[in-house]
């Protein structure tokens, strides 16, 4: 997420600097970002001269403290409180009015936000996979979040070309709370032997128009992510509803997270899934 969000803001107009804790990771990342560009040029979305002033914008930051300049930080760490709270603890040294921003898919902005000295500059700004082609940013407001860091955000996130929407620091947000009940409910199905999970898929995308089915989706997000989620939401909302389904904690275990392990509820070349093994009925 953190690569695609980098490439959206440079492919934008806007000087970037990406960090990550893994070294060989950041080091990565610009040629990542490279690919990601190019692809955009070939689908006619930019020219090549604009590609070349994107890739120019990017900057890898060997360090946190090397980016103390910027306007606004998004940061993209894996899905767990302890982490972003660091992260975020580290990120209040950064010079007001700096604007820190999450894209957390479920965890409290407002706890996120405690580890810094002022929660009026900490929102989420919830990007969606891949972050240069989907339309959609979920700004997150906290019970502490400032009317001027929204703004910011608000302004920021129309300079990307996106539409956004406005929430309020609740379990899930909007999106992650119906996309998740969509996704586990649609595992459940698979579990029972309703329907493959192919015809799931079609049944939501060809039925009610949606773009990919659930299933494809959580493949996209990563299971792991997609458990993380659900967890939180077991635990913060006392529903049954996000309850993990078994084939899920299944799949994480093996190490089966989706398309960026190759293999989910579907068996992933390249962009294209295909069906798994395990697939039924």
């Given amino acids: 997420m953190g690569r695609g969000i980098a490439a959206l803001c440079v492919g934008r107009g806007f000087e970037t600097a990406i960090h990550d804790a893994i070294a ?33 914008r990017l900057a890898v930051a060997p360090s946190l403290s090397a980016a103390r300049g910027a306007d606004l930080v998004i940061e993209a760490a894996p899905e767990s409180l302890d982490v972003k709270r660091a992260l975020f603890a580290e990120l209040d040294g950064f010079p007001e009015p700096a604007v820190l921003a999450t894209n957390t898919s479920s965890l409290s902005i407002a706890r996120i936000a405690a580890a810094t000295s002022n929660p ?12 240069p082609v989907m339309p959609l940013v979920e700004i997150v407001v906290g019970p502490a979040t400032a009317p001027a860091a929204t703004a910011a955000a608000r302004t ?40 493959t999970a192919a015809d799931i898929d079609r049944a939501m995308e060809a039925g009610y128009g949606h773009a990919m089915g659930p299933l494809k989706t959580s493949d996209l997000v ?3 992510v997609r458990l993380a989620i659900a967890e939180t939401l077991a635990a913060e909302l006392s529903d049954a509803r996000f309850e993990p389904p078994a084939i899920l904690r299944a799949l994480v275990a093996q190490g089966k997270t989706g398309k960026k392990a190759g293999e989910g509820f579907y068996r992933w070349e390249g962009n294209v899934p295909l069906p798994s093994k395990g697939d039924r009925p």
């Avoid at 009026?120 to 972050?131: C, D, E, I, Q, S």
């Avoid at 119906?178 to 579990?191: C, D, F, I, N, T």
């Fill in 222 to 224: 990563g299971l792991d």
């Fill in 120 to 131: 009026g500059r900490v929102l989420g700004l919830h990007f969606f996979n891949p972050a």
């Fill in 24 to 56: 060989a990771a950041a080091e990565a990342s610009p040629a990542a970002i490279a690919e990601t560009l190019a692809r955009a040029r070939a689908r006619g979305k930019m020219t090549g001269e604009e590609e070349a002033s994107a890739r120019r």
């Fill in 156 to 195: 920021f996130v129309e300079a990307l070309g996106k539409e956004a929407i406005l929430v309020r620091d609740a379990p899930g947000f909007a999106t992650s709370r119906l996309g998740v009940a969509l996704g586990l409910e649609a595992m459940r199905m698979l579990e029972e032997g309703v329907a």
